[in-house]
């Protein structure tokens, strides 16, 4: 009797902690499915509200366009859209914070190839951007191979797939325009050392989109013309000063006895970045949207980008003086 008492006793613990175990898993799998609801709720949360900052910022876009003249808009570091906007508060103890960036600032990477043949004049200048930068390796040779339909390399330094198909992994040149700056990387021999130094000064627009002179650094300018110096360079920024020059030919002025060209140049801008960088919860997200502003007032988003780590910081020659 004694015998089957204790065997009942055995019995009843061992369901009590067989009980006790799945209980246990109930409960680890619930506050999961809890925390990843969570989680789900604040990637909805951060995503919703960038849009809300790029759709703040279409709308100071589209206030600035309105207060000139829309036909032939002046757009300056000076202006409001330029100004980083007070950061917004959200629930949870969240923060959205938008700014606005002008990437026609900055040399065009796909201006190389224009209508299907090289621009010589966008290969020079971007020559002399490497060189200012102190970077020895042919990469406007092996960008313009990189961008245009052919497969004949350009000069002795030039590269298309018959040495990109050499590489581990192999893969081949785009022959198309670049959709990123990041595509860079993917250069022949391009190193990281030189991509960092060589992102803060490029952008990857349409090939037409003209260099607004009043939002380029000077590093930019000094590339527009051989025997720039950057210090003359960092006089046109200082001289445009708060408001911009109201025209290509009041820039081309402060230059003479060089031979800078007016095509490709401008003082207002057709194309915008826009970062919305959110906080919600424990949960961060960066939105970077490429945006078209078109004369008539309407704003177009060409693209949006997850992969971004926020504001990049400002190179030194590029802030306002």
Not at 214 to 240: D, Q
């Amino acid at each position: 009797m004694k015998a089957q008492r204790g065997v009942a006793l055995i019995t009843v613990m061992l369901v009590v902690a067989v009980a006790t175990v799945v209980c246990a898993g109930i409960i680890a799998r619930q506050q999961l499915s809890i925390r990843s609801s969570a989680n789900q709720l604040h990637v909805r949360q951060a995503w919703h509200y960038a849009l809300g900052g790029e759709t703040l910022a279409k709308a100071v876009l589209r206030r600035d366009l309105q207060q000139g003249d829309p036909r032939a808009p002046v757009d300056h570091l000076g202006e409001p859209w330029a100004q980083p906007l007070a950061p917004f508060a959200l629930d949870e103890g969240g923060e959205l914070r938008v700014r606005i960036i002008d990437p026609t600032g900055r040399f065009n990477l796909n201006s190389l190839v224009r209508e299907g043949a090289p621009n010589d004049a966008a290969v020079a200048q971007f020559r002399r951007l490497l060189a200012g930068l102190q970077i020895d390796a042919p990469y406007a040779e092996r960008l313009l191979d990189w961008l245009d339909a052919d497969q004949e390399p350009s000069g002795s330094y030039g590269a298309e797939d018959g040495q990109y198909l050499l590489a581990q992994p192999a893969y081949r040149a785009a022959n198309r325009v670049l959709a990123d700056v990041s595509e860079l990387r993917l250069l022949l021999e391009m190193n990281e050392a030189d991509y960092q130094r060589l992102m803060p000064w490029v952008a990857a627009l349409p090939a037409d989109a003209s260099l607004n002179v009043n939002t380029a650094s000077a590093r930019v300018l000094a590339s527009l013309a051989e025997g720039l110096p950057l210090s003359t360079a960092e006089g046109l920024v200082a001289r445009r000063a708060g408001q911009g020059y109201a025209d290509v030919s009041s820039f081309l002025a402060q230059l003479p006895g060089l031979s800078v060209q007016s095509q490709g140049l401008a003082v207002g801008s057709q194309y915008f970045q826009v970062i919305s960088e959110v906080s919600v919860g424990d949960r961060r997200q960066v939105l970077r949207s490429t945006v078209q502003r078109a004369s008539d007032g309407r704003l177009y988003v060409l693209s949006r980008d997850l992969g971004q780590q926020g504001v990049p910081p400002v190179p030194v020659e590029e802030v306002e003086r």
